[in-house]
């Protein structure tokens, strides 16, 4: 984030003057020569120091080149500058003292001066006045103490050793209500100097959040939602503070976040709008602080902002819309967020989410459409959603925007809420009948791996448990040509994966031998074996599953790839590892037995009669594939399966072992 600075300042540049002697420099700028003079002045002059003290503040305050500047000051500082102005802090009092620290407050602006003002000793010194019941003085100090921290750890760890933070909450607190002159300034300036001493240093955050910085801050909000400045100063510290892990717990357990919404309420909430959206949007991504924002009028205030916004060009207006929407839909990916702005249909966050689906605004739509995927998540959504016609109007949406590579991101929102809606049961005839499967297939064609992956997902809820779907798709040669292929896209898992998982919910829902002798054709063999080794269980059982029943039902054609795609290895690999799932166990040793034992029961076809010496009887290849497996030692490690603590994989491997005295290999 940008931290809060007093005063703008320039960077600090190096310089290398060669001294001569007091008097005179190689090349030094007029700018150089002034201050040395001040400096030599107020270290030999016999009058009052203030008069010298006034003529370097101005020096220090007139606008002049920052660059320039910064190099005097730099060589005033080499020739002694910081350590006369010590003496003078350290021996004198009242107006003069305070001229002092405003002069180090503008020498801090220099990042090089920083470190040397530490080594100076001014850090404790100048938390010494922090308890001046002077409002200048202890406004100095902390303008003082905030430059020199700005980006300065050896400032911060100073600060720390002498217990600094806890005498800057001690002025804060003191001042929530004051209202003598300059109070609101010290205040101002406080905040400031708690956000440059805290930023990035963890221990110092820490004794800021553990002494009650959070309820201070929301205080000041509380009482001083007029004084702008310092509501803005506040809301950058909070913004700084939950950066950090340290704060997220204390920041829950504080009325902070209500306080911040409730500043979107009032008369001068539009001044913060941008600032307190920033903030929101920053705290959303924690899924305990999205519940407690749902609770708030948060929704409403981002509606109404959303509102008054829409149809403004400018830019201001549209940054507005976007952060309005996008803190919506992060609020969205809370279940209690969903649940509360759906208000079964009846929310106002949902019923503009269904007026900006039409809008010509496509930011709006965008956010639309990604409440809409959010709102699905919940199945009693989901079927509310069917009945409000959204499905029709996401997939017109779909169809104006599939040709436009530019326009990926909307196509992948939509594919999204599509599979999500297509997730119950109940739903999938509607959305079928929607359409949704021509109309998805459009974009077969994409190259952008991140909706190919959605649409996978959207077509796999389809037909699951859908026979005609998974047929339609299945006995489909180019649509299962062109599946194959993202089965084995190495570029992206998330493909490679949705792919092979389709491939296999097609043959678990179709049930039919033309179809599984397709996929045989299609050489969708071996990456369904591949998927047998997955990492995921679940994977796993799909592709045993879809293998099995390839299997008993066109072993005939699939005896050859399933040879090549070394399935005896896998599932040796897999019965003799300790470490498998007895569930997995189960699956492979009925993949195994259905492996030794099963003769196609469809008519043959030509491939097949070459193969068959009649229909039914087993082929050279199964001959092969049979003796490959008995001989890879599958028999021993079924007979130690056989006493598996488990029962059902007892079961399976006795099953396995029977079968195969049953059906000796054929000579």
């Known amino acids: 984030m940008v931290l809060f600075h007093f005063r703008c300042h320039g960077s600090a540049h190096t310089i290398n003057l060669t001294f001569l002697n007091f008097e005179g420099f190689a090349t030094m700028s007029e700018d150089t020569e002034d201050i040395l003079n001040m400096v030599e002045t107020l270290r030999v002059s016999s009058e009052e120091p203030e008069k010298c003290l006034d003529r370097i503040l101005k020096f220090l305050l007139v606008e002049q080149d920052e660059e320039d500047l910064d190099q005097a000051l730099e060589t005033a500082v080499e020739n002694g500058m910081l350590g006369d102005l010590y003496d003078i802090m350290t021996h004198t009092s009242d107006g003069t003292l305070c001229k002092v620290i405003q002069i180090l407050a503008e020498l801090g602006k220099t990042e090089s001066i920083r470190e040397p003002c530490v080594i100076q000793g001014f850090v404790p010194v100048l938390l010494k006045h922090l308890k001046s019941e002077d409002i200048m003085m202890a406004t100095q100090a902390c303008r ?76 000041y909000i509380r009482y001083h939602q007029q004084d702008h400045g310092l ?74 902002i959303i509102q008054v916004n829409q149809g403004k060009l400018d830019p201001e207006s549209q940054q507005l819309i976007k952060m309005a929407s996008d803190l919506l839909i992060l609020l969205l990916t809370g279940d209690k967020g969903a649940e509360t702005m759906f208000a079964n249909g009846e929310g106002p966050v949902f019923i503009e989410s269904v007026k900006w689906l039409e809008d010509e605004d496509s930011r709006l739509q965008m956010a639309a459409v990604l409440a809409i995927g959010n709102f699905a998540r919940n199945d009693n959504h989901c079927q509310r959603l069917v009945e409000e016609g959204i499905v029709e109007q996401l997939l017109e949406i779909l169809k104006e925007h599939r040709d436009h590579e530019a326009d990926m991101t909307l196509q992948h929102a939509i594919l999204s809420a599509l599979r999500n809606l297509a997730i119950p049961a109940r739903n999938k005839p509607a959305l079928l009948m929607a359409g949704v499967l021509e109309t998805v297939l459009l974009l077969i064609s994409s190259e952008t791996m991140a909706v190919v992956f959605k649409l996978l997902g959207v077509l796999r809820m389809l037909v699951d448990g859908q026979e005609t779907a998974a047929l339609q798709l299945g006995t489909d040669r180019g649509f299962m040509d062109r599946l194959v292929g993202w089965c084995e896209v190495e570029e992206h898992a998330g493909v490679q994966g949705e792919g092979t998982r389709l491939l296999a919910s097609l043959v678990k829902n179709g049930r039919s031998v033309e179809l599984m002798r397709n996929v045989i054709k299609c050489q969708g063999i071996p990456p369904l074996v591949a998927m047998v080794s997955s990492e995921h269980l679940v994977m796993q059982n799909e592709a045993l599953v879809a293998l099995t029943l390839i299997c008993s039902s066109a072993l005939d054609e699939a005896a050859l790839p399933l040879k090549q795609s070394e399935l005896t290895d896998t599932i040796t690999s897999l019965l003799g590892n300790k470490s498998t799932l007895p569930e997995i166990l189960c699956n492979t040793l009925t993949l195994t037995k259905t492996l030794c034992t099963a003769v196609s029961e469809s008519p043959p076809t030509t491939l097949s009669c070459k193969l068959l010496a009649c229909a039914g009887r087993v082929s050279n290849m199964q001959q092969s594939l049979k003796e490959e497996i008995l001989t890879a030692g599958i028999s021993d490690i079924a007979r130690q399966l056989s006493c598996h603590e488990e029962e059902k994989v007892r079961e399976a491997a006795n099953t396995l072992l029977a079968a195969l005295e049953e059906a000796p290999l054929e000579r």
Do not use: P
């Open 144 to 219: 003082a103490l905030g430059n020199i921290c700005f980006e300065n750890d050896m400032g911060r760890n100073a600060v720390d050793e002498h217990d600094g933070i806890l005498l800057l909450l001690k002025l804060l607190r003191e001042h929530v209500k004051t209202t003598e002159d300059g109070a609101d300034r010290l205040r101002t300036i406080a905040c400031g100097f708690l956000l440059n001493v805290t930023n990035t240093h963890d221990s110092l955050m820490q004794k800021a959040v553990d002494g009650g910085a959070l309820d201070v801050l929301d205080e």
């Open 231 to 304: 509501c803005n100063m506040v809301l950058l510290t909070l913004g700084s503070f939950i950066d950090s892990e340290i704060c997220r717990q204390k920041f829950t357990e504080s009325s902070l976040l209500s306080t911040i919404v409730e500043l979107l309420d009032t008369q001068a909430g539009e001044v913060y709008q941008e600032t307190v959206l920033d903030l929101l949007i920053t705290l959303s991504e924690w899924d305990e602080v999205k519940d407690l924002l749902a609770e708030t009028s948060l929704s409403n205030n981002l509606i109404q």
